[in-house]
């Protein structure tokens, strides 16, 4: 861990503080979660489009990078959503707030910007 961010010994995880991450986790999955849904959604919609006119080539290229960029997101809301779950079985565990590698316990400043974060910034890096 650098000096940048390495936590207080005494910087304990009050209960409140606890449960106030445990509350933005819970909304941030639920959020990834209809986001996931709605990008489905929009795919299926996609898929039944029909139309036998002609496309220019400027619409199609415009298109094909429409879908890469929203693929791309779906797929980093997807590995959000994976961490997001596993911060909160962690919580459940009584080991949120500590790094899944090390142990050592993640800065409060960390948690507060990434409350997902189940590694300290040296490690995720």
Avoid: C, W
Avoid at 35 to 52: L, N, P, S, T
């Amino acid at each position: 861990m650098s000096k940048r961010e390495q936590a207080p010994a005494h910087e304990v995880l009050d209960q409140d503080f606890l449960d106030a991450q445990r509350a933005r986790l819970i909304k941030l999955r639920d959020d990834l979660t209809r986001a996931a849904d709605v990008a489905g959604e929009e795919e299926e919609a996609v898929q039944f489009e029909a139309g036998g006119e002609a496309r220019d080539v400027a619409d199609s290229a415009e298109g094909m990078a429409i879908q890469e960029n929203d693929e791309a997101l779906f797929h980093r809301n997807v590995r959000r959503l994976a961490q997001v779950v596993r911060a909160l079985e962690r919580m459940d565990k009584g080991v949120y707030g500590l790094s899944e590698k090390s142990g050592v316990p993640i800065p409060k400043a960390r948690l507060i910007a990434v409350p997902e974060a189940t590694l300290t910034l040296d490690e995720e890096e």
